[in-house]
């Protein structure tokens, strides 16, 4: 694919539709509410190989108090190494966006060569010494594993790897909210984002490619791992070639919430599937948990020692 | 990007560019390979444009509700119609026509109970009581495809100090008038069992014979899970071929597939059978009969253990009769 940059065109000015006021939007916005008398507007513009215009929709299932009430839960049951105050802070709700993201598939063909273990079992004799302290001979049972050299082709359909077209969500962070289920997609309309914040996509499709295509290859190789016959492999290598690429534009639910729990603390970004309900971000930890943590351990350890001590 | 798809004649379906199979109305995607449909509206923005959506009862502004999961008036209320998802439930495309009447199906049942071999009780036959009959349509998906089937396997051909060796291939497959049963009704045997004896190239688009109330199963899955079920039974049948056909060796384990599909033609049918039930002291069983050929006929039977006992019991007396001579004749 061609490498070209996302254009970074200035903001475009619009009419709203309805009261007549004059907004400056972004141009990464395609879709946004008058701030006079909140009418939704739906901005369309050409497309060009970077910013197509979308082929698929998820639609929102999650409402706002759904949303905002998973927030609440998935904060107070996170690990206990969160902070404290992380828990007992207020999500602010961000928005509910439609994200773009990109559907890719392709054809994976790959050579692959590994070593394959067949186990079978041998009896064996060994020298023991029994409960008198004699020295006998006795036989067990061993299994043991022969290696022998595969190697093949293998060829198959890879569908539905989405990866973000948001520069302001990484490919990490969508992935900690994935799935979305693809049996609801939808062609897209503007009535589907009517009222919402809707962007365009802000990261250029060469780099969405690459996303996708190592996405694609982790999901070949756990694919091959699972397509090895044997009792064990070992030394997996494989070659893939992708072919019959196709990428889409889809518009994914997504609502993003920032939590800012310390003064000194830029605030954190956690998103919920507008979809399903799951929710994803980075929990801040606390040192002071963690080395009272690691202190209690030491401490521990350090007793039982000497407990073992005095009683030798 | 995608690559644009195949332009087909009016009268026939368009086909995914990628893997040719047919799509079908309301396909976004190709159900295979994912490959995107063509979709109705492919005005692009020349140049800049603001769009308002306006209620059509009020007039004032919709928004998207996701607790209709359709634009609403947050005004009025009203909710506009969207484009639902198309997953419509499976229907019948052709019928294959009842070819065997209700007196043969009882003749063929006679036949069958006569020609159960010598295990079963000597008065079967005469004794049963025919207690009903129904003429019913079952419903399957017939599907041709190609297939390039990767595959491992473990197997006993080259072994060494294992039992098993690993091989591996690639090998082109084609699947011309599978069956897959949709049938609630019969059991999978029964199905696979009778279908044999189907003229599939008979069909028509309405029932023939059959009486006047004849059952007709229908389909009880949605489009999406249908194909799920045709999928399975590609993966199941493309197993067994290769085992059968392509692993050297003449024992296997570990039978592992990967298929890239192309051409899947998959058109739904309503088969015809005869239901039979007959009674044999106190006990019912049940038969199925094929509607096209009663020569394909499949059921449950008694088994007479009477006679199992006497055979046993003679070849012990037979042992020990040769046992006392020989003992006798040192």
Same mark, same amino acid.
Request: charged share 20%.
């Given at each position: 694919?061609?490498?070209?940059?996302?254009?970074?065109?200035?903001?475009?000015?619009?009419?709203?539709?309805?009261?007549g006021?004059?907004?400056?939007?972004?141009?990464?916005?395609?879709?946004?509410?008058?701030?006079?008398?909140?009418?939704?507007? $739906?901005?369309?513009?050409?497309?060009?190989?970077?910013?197509?215009?979308?082929?698929?929709?998820?639609?929102?299932v999650?409402?706002?108090?759904?949303?905002?009430?998973?927030?609440?839960?998935?904060?107070?049951k996170?690990?206990?190494?969160?902070?404290?105050?992380?828990?007992?802070?207020?999500?602010?709700?961000?928005?509910?966006?439609?994200?773009?993201?990109?559907?890719?598939?392709?054809?994976?063909?790959?050579?692959?060569?590994?070593?394959?273990?067949?186990?079978?079992?041998?009896?064996?004799?060994?020298?023991?010494?029994?409960?008198?302290?004699?020295?006998?001979?006795?036989?067990?049972?061993?299994?043991?594993?022969?290696?022998?050299?595969?190697?093949?082709?293998?060829?198959?359909?890879?569908?539905?790897?989405?990866?973000?077209?948001?520069?302001?969500?990484?490919?990490?962070?969508?992935?900690?909210?994935?799935?979305?289920?693809?049996?609801?997609?939808?062609?897209?309309?503007?009535?589907?984002?009517?009222?919402?914040?809707?962007?365009?996509?802000?990261?250029?499709?060469?780099?969405?490619?690459?996303?996708?295509?190592?996405?694609?290859?982790?999901?070949?190789?756990?694919?091959?791992?699972?397509?090895?016959?044997?009792?064990?492999?070992?030394?997996?290598?494989?070659?893939?070639?992708?072919?019959?690429?196709? $990428?889409?534009l889809?518009?994914?639910?997504?609502?993003?919430?920032?939590?800012?729990?310390?003064?000194?603390?830029?605030?954190?970004?956690?998103?919920?599937?507008?979809?399903?309900?799951?929710?994803?971000?980075?929990?801040p930890?606390?040192?002071?948990?963690?080395?009272?943590?690691?202190?209690?351990?030491?401490?521990?350890?350090?007793?039982?020692?000497?407990?073992?001590?005095?009683?030798? | 990007?995608?690559?644009?798809?195949?332009?087909?004649?009016?009268?026939?379906?368009?086909?995914?560019?990628?893997?040719?199979?047919?799509?079908?109305?309301?396909?976004?995607?190709?159900?295979?390979?994912?490959? %995107? %449909? &063509?979709?109705?509206?492919?005005?692009?923005?020349?140049?800049?444009?603001?769009?308002l959506?306006r209620?059509?009862?009020? *007039?004032? %502004?919709?928004?998207?509700d &996701?607790?209709?999961?359709? &634009? %609403?008036?947050?005004?009025?209320?009203?909710?506009?119609?969207?484009?639902?998802?198309?997953?419509?439930?499976?229907?019948?495309?052709?019928?294959?026509?009842?070819?065997?009447?209700?007196?043969?199906?009882?003749?063929?049942?006679k036949?069958?109970?006569?020609?159960?071999?010598?295990?079963?009780?000597?008065?079967?036959?005469?004794? =049963?009581?025919?207690?009903?009959i129904?003429?019913?349509?079952?419903?399957?998906?017939?599907?041709?495809?190609?297939?390039?089937?990767?595959?491992?396997?473990?197997?006993?051909?080259?072994?060494?100090?294992s039992?098993?060796?690993?091989? =591996?291939g690639?090998?082109?497959?084609?699947?011309?008038?599978?069956?897959?049963?949709?049938?609630?009704?019969?059991?999978?045997q029964?199905?696979?069992?009778?279908?044999?004896?189907?003229?599939?190239?008979?069909?028509?688009?309405?029932?023939?014979?059959?009486?006047?109330?004849?059952?007709?199963?229908?389909?009880?899955? &949605?489009?999406?899970?249908?194909?799920?079920?045709?999928?399975?039974?590609?993966?199941?049948?493309?197993?067994?071929?290769?085992?059968?056909?392509?692993?050297?060796?003449?024992?296997?384990?570990?039978?592992?597939?990967?298929?890239?599909?192309?051409?899947?033609?998959?058109?739904?049918?309503?088969?015809?059978a005869?239901?039979?039930?007959?009674?044999?002291?106190d006990?019912?069983?049940?038969?199925?009969?094929?509607?096209?050929?009663?020569?394909?006929?499949? *059921? =449950?039977?008694?088994?007479s253990?009477?006679?199992?006992?006497?055979?046993?019991?003679?070849?012990?007396?037979?042992?020990?009769?040769?046992?006392?001579?020989?003992?006798?004749?040192?």
């Amino acid at each position: 694919m061609a490498s070209a940059p996302v254009t970074t065109s200035p903001s475009t000015e619009i009419a709203c539709q309805s009261c007549g006021a004059v907004l400056t939007v972004d141009a990464s916005v395609r879709s946004t509410t008058c701030p006079y008398c909140a009418s939704p507007s $739906i901005i369309r513009r050409p497309p060009t190989p970077n910013r197509p215009s979308p082929t698929f929709l998820v639609g929102f299932v999650v409402n706002h108090e759904q949303a905002t009430q998973a927030v609440r839960n998935w904060m107070s049951k996170s690990h206990a190494f969160a902070r404290s105050d992380f828990k007992a802070a207020v999500p602010e709700l961000t928005h509910g966006i439609y994200l773009p993201a990109y559907l890719y598939g392709a054809v994976a063909r790959a050579n692959y060569s590994a070593s394959i273990g067949e186990n079978y079992t041998e009896t064996e004799t060994y020298t023991t010494t029994d409960s008198q302290g004699k020295s006998v001979r006795r036989t067990r049972t061993v299994t043991k594993t022969e290696w022998r050299p595969l190697s093949g082709q293998f060829q198959c359909y890879v569908v539905d790897v989405i990866v973000t077209a948001s520069g302001g969500v990484s490919n990490q962070a969508l992935e900690a909210i994935e799935p979305f289920d693809l049996r609801s997609l939808r062609a897209y309309s503007d009535s589907f984002v009517a009222g919402w914040l809707a962007e365009e996509p802000t990261r250029s499709q060469a780099e969405c490619f690459r996303f996708a295509h190592d996405e694609t290859i982790a999901m070949v190789e756990r694919r091959l791992k699972s397509f090895m016959p044997g009792d064990s492999h070992r030394g997996l290598q494989f070659h893939a070639n992708l072919d019959n690429e196709v $990428i889409d534009l889809v518009l994914l639910p997504v609502w993003s919430y920032a939590v800012r729990y310390a003064e000194d603390q830029p605030p954190v970004q956690i998103l919920v599937n507008g979809q399903t309900g799951r929710v994803g971000g980075k929990v801040p930890v606390s040192t002071t948990k963690i080395v009272f943590a690691v202190l209690s351990v030491l401490a521990l350890v350090l007793i039982v020692a000497i407990l073992l001590s005095v009683a030798s | 990007m995608n690559e644009p798809i195949e332009v087909h004649p009016v009268d026939e379906p368009p086909h995914c560019s990628r893997c040719e199979s047919p799509l079908e109305e309301g396909d976004l995607r190709c159900a295979i390979c994912g490959q %995107a %449909a &063509p979709h109705a509206d492919h005005s692009h923005a020349k140049h800049v444009s603001v769009t308002l959506l306006r209620c059509t009862g009020c *007039g004032a %502004a919709i928004t998207y509700d &996701p607790d209709h999961q359709a &634009p %609403a008036c947050s005004f009025c209320g009203e909710v506009l119609r969207v484009e639902t998802i198309d997953d419509p439930m499976e229907q019948t495309e052709t019928y294959l026509p009842m070819t065997v009447s209700i007196e043969e199906a009882r003749a063929a049942l006679k036949a069958w109970l006569d020609s159960l071999g010598w295990f079963r009780p000597s008065d079967l036959s005469s004794a =049963s009581t025919l207690t009903e009959i129904k003429p019913l349509w079952w419903v399957a998906w017939i599907f041709d495809a190609e297939a390039l089937v990767s595959w491992t396997a473990d197997s006993n051909a080259g072994a060494g100090r294992s039992a098993w060796a690993p091989h =591996s291939g690639q090998t082109p497959l084609r699947f011309d008038d599978m069956l897959v049963s949709g049938s609630r009704g019969l059991t999978d045997q029964e199905a696979y069992a009778i279908t044999p004896g189907m003229q599939l190239g008979s069909g028509t688009d309405s029932v023939v014979g059959g009486g006047d109330q004849p059952t007709l199963e229908r389909f009880d899955v &949605p489009r999406s899970q249908a194909r799920q079920q045709v999928l399975a039974a590609i993966e199941r049948t493309a197993a067994d071929r290769i085992r059968a056909h392509h692993i050297p060796g003449t024992s296997f384990r570990k039978v592992r597939v990967a298929i890239v599909l192309r051409r899947l033609i998959t058109r739904r049918y309503s088969l015809p059978a005869y239901v039979l039930a007959y009674r044999y002291r106190d006990e019912l069983y049940r038969v199925v009969i094929c509607g096209q050929n009663a020569r394909f006929i499949v *059921g =449950s039977s008694p088994f007479s253990y009477a006679k199992l006992f006497l055979l046993v019991g003679g070849i012990i007396l037979v042992v020990l009769f040769f046992a006392v001579i020989a003992a006798a004749s040192s």
